[in-house]
């Protein structure tokens, strides 16, 4: 069946680089695309940007400059990387997959809390 | 960007009740709107796609409905089990942006 599981470090310090990895199965990443959402703490939900089936990226304007999403196909793994971390990025980020293109979420991940704090 | 305006932030009510929670979109989203149950503690998932879609193994008293701007989604009979956040989002256009999300708590 298709599952989604993030990992990552759970604590931060401002200015570092966030690296989390989104491991899929039950589906390949040249069939479907995946994004990730971030959830601040208590708060509601933001698309941050998705790699699509073809390899090709959309992020939001918001964190554009700042995060880079990637993957690799043969492990089945998706990569979010965000520099310039600061205390509003913490939250817990979620990885869920599109079914189609340019389409919504369906399978979600459970999700990695990141806390970033000096 | 398209704003989603999720109406009522917070929602109170007894077993088997309705509720409807109401989406306002800034612009047409042409009925691309999902909607979301989230549990504390656990990832959204998904209830119903393209304004009135049940996903598989969403029950029946869930429903949606709605056009251009203006979408709602309704649970008939509330069950405890329900006692959630719901969330709609857009996928009309990117950015995909979310509502602010309902709370539905037991009265």
């Known amino acids: 069946q298709v599952q989604l599981e993030e990992s990552g470090p759970g604590l931060m310090q401002p200015s570092e680089t966030l690296s989390l990895t989104c491991t899929v199965s039950?589906?390949?990443?040249?069939?479907?695309?995946v994004g990730w959402v971030r959830q601040p703490l208590g708060k509601g939900l933001v698309w941050m940007g998705t790699?699509?089936?073809?390899?090709?990226?959309n992020y939001n304007s918001a964190v554009q400059s700042r995060l880079s999403i990637s993957r690799d196909t043969s492990k089945s793994q998706v990569f979010l990387k965000m520099n310039s971390l600061q205390p509003e990025d913490t939250g817990t980020y979620y990885c869920a997959r599109h079914p189609g293109i340019e389409d919504y979420f369906d399978y979600w991940g459970q999700g990695v809390m990141v806390t970033v704090s000096s | 960007d398209i704003q989603m305006t999720q109406s009522p932030p917070s929602l109170s009510a007894s077993l088997g009740d309705k509720v409807t929670i109401t989406c306002q979109a800034s612009?047409?989203?042409?009925?691309?709107i999902a909607w979301y149950q989230q549990k504390p503690g656990k990832a959204p998932r998904q209830l119903i796609r393209?304004?009135?879609t049940l996903v598989s193994g969403t029950p029946s008293r869930f429903s949606g409905s709605g056009s251009g701007r203006d979408y709602s989604f309704s649970i008939s009979n509330v069950e405890s089990e329900d006692i959630a956040s719901y969330y709609c989002l857009q996928y009309d256009n990117l950015p995909w942006t979310f509502g602010g999300g309902t709370k539905l708590e037991l009265k």
């Open positions: 790699i699509w089936a073809g390899g090709s990226t």
């Open positions: 393209y304004t009135s």
């Open positions: 612009q047409n989203i042409n009925k691309y």
């Open positions: 039950g589906f390949s990443l040249t069939s479907n695309g």
